[in-house]
């Protein structure tokens, strides 16, 4: 295969802290099921806003340079789980809107977010074989 380019400092650092974002992420959906009741929505709503955002910037920043399609459009399935958390951030701040609009956004983010992280270390792992070859 052809060489891959180096990430940069800002690449590798926005990918070691997009965990971040999906913790806070998680604290804000737990909050009501710890809470027993959407009466701290005001805090929940900023927690996860502030998550959807973390994610969305450390996903954009951190894009995969290399030749391996599979691999790049695996890391761009992250920056679209963003986008769905972000989506159910919306959702958040509109009135009227259910509980279950950016719940299942959520859902749906998660959802990217779990296939992606299983199959990029496969992916990664798969072209160090034949590399190695």
Same mark, same amino acid.
Do not use: H, N
């Given at each position: 295969?052809?060489?891959e380019?180096?990430?940069? +400092? !800002?690449a590798?650092?926005?990918g070691?802290? /997009?965990p971040v974002? %999906?913790l806070?992420?998680a604290?804000?959906t737990l909050?009501?099921?710890?809470s027993?009741?959407?009466?701290s929505l ?10 959807a955002?973390?994610?969305l910037?450390c ?10 399609? +599979? !691999? ?6 992250? /920056?679209?789980?963003? %986008? ?7 959702f958040?701040?509109v009135?009227?809107?259910?509980p279950r609009d950016?719940l299942?956004?959520?859902?749906a983010?998660a959802?990217?977010?779990i ?5 990029i270390p ?12």
């Amino acid at each position: 295969m052809t060489q891959e380019k180096p990430t940069t +400092r !800002l690449a590798a650092t926005c990918g070691a802290l /997009a965990p971040v974002g %999906l913790l806070l992420i998680a604290i804000a959906t737990l909050m009501p099921l710890f809470s027993g009741s959407f009466r701290s929505l005001d805090t929940m709503r900023w927690i996860y806003g502030a998550g959807a955002l973390w994610m969305l910037v450390c996903r954009l920043f951190s894009p995969y340079r290399g030749a391996d399609l +599979r !691999l790049r459009r695996l890391v761009r399935m992250q /920056a679209w789980s963003a %986008l769905f958390f972000v989506a159910g951030t919306v959702f958040l701040f509109v009135p009227g809107t259910a509980p279950r609009d950016w719940l299942a956004l959520t859902m749906a983010g998660a959802a990217v977010q779990i296939i992606a992280s299983v199959m990029i270390p496969a992916r990664m792992a798969k072209i160090a074989k034949e590399s190695r070859k």
